[in-house]
């Protein structure tokens, strides 16, 4: 009998260890990489109660007129920990183009020169802190993922870039930088929703629309209030550690 049990513990002994050995662990921590490009505008509200809503109505309006939304960025590196399998908080840091345009407008390039007729790029520069909190549906291969955060924006640089409608050979594109205070620091409410695509056990691909609006105003010395949003279509590419 004793010739017979020893065997057996030997075989179940080492069972166990090839299955101990071959448990995939959860992998809690990732870094990654993401791309978006934007769509970008404004929300503009008076900033100066001595201003009469009659006469803020019409500068709004002239506002709104002369404005348009311009197209975007953001991208940098992101990290992020699993507190489940299903939820993550994410942070990193990012560089972003944010900002507005005009409409083909008389602008003047140089005081000495005629006016001419052109559209004025207005950017703002901002370095990026997201902290964001997403959640996973679905355990296969494709799976749902949305995500509720916040950004917090420091403001690096802006600039103007000015085309001309019709280019001469004294002027046909210029880009300047704008030496305006504006607020160092801004906070933007986030949310997404898209498909995330497990390539393997370590490797993810998402695809997320994503929406940021600042909560503060950018410039608190003017008498208008602005707002900077953006919409934009975020690819991430994720390696989990």
């Known amino acids: 009998m004793k010739k017979i049990l020893l065997p057996l513990f030997l075989i179940c002994s080492i069972a166990a260890f090839g299955q101990d050995s071959t448990k995939v662990h959860f992998k809690r921590f990732y870094v990654g990489i993401s ?3 934007e769509y970008n505008y404004r929300v503009l509200n008076k900033n100066d109660s001595g201003i009469s809503d009659s006469l803020w109505s ?6 709104d007129s002369i404005f348009e939304p311009k197209f975007g ?3 940098g590196i992101i990290f992020g920990y699993y507190v489940t399998n299903r939820i993550s908080i994410e942070s990193g840091v990012q560089y972003s183009n944010k900002g507005y345009k005009t409409i083909p407008i008389e602008t003047f390039y140089d005081w000495d020169e005629p006016s001419i007729v ?29 995500s509720l955060g916040a950004v917090g924006n420091i403001f690096i640089k ?47 691909l998402r695809l997320e629309p994503v929406f940021k609006y600042a909560l503060l105003n950018f410039d608190d010395e003017a008498y208008i209030s602005t707002h900077l949003w953006n919409a934009g279509l975020q690819f991430s590419a994720i390696c989990k550690l």
């Open 158 to 204: 802006s600039t103007v870039k000015t085309i001309a409608e019709n280019p001469t050979e004294l002027f046909s594109e210029e880009k300047r930088d704008n030496d305006y205070e504006y607020n160092k620091f801004n906070i933007s409410a986030s949310i997404g929703i898209g498909v995330k695509y497990n390539m393997s056990e370590r490797m993810q």
């Open 35 to 37: 791309f978006s490009p």
């Open 118 to 146: 052109a559209t004025n790029i207005i950017n703002y520069y901002y370095l990026d802190i997201p902290l964001k909190v997403n959640y996973e549906f679905f355990k296969k291969r494709f799976q749902l993922i949305t």
């Open 73 to 75: 960025y953001t991208g």
């Open 58 to 63: 019409v500068v709004k309006n002239m506002e």
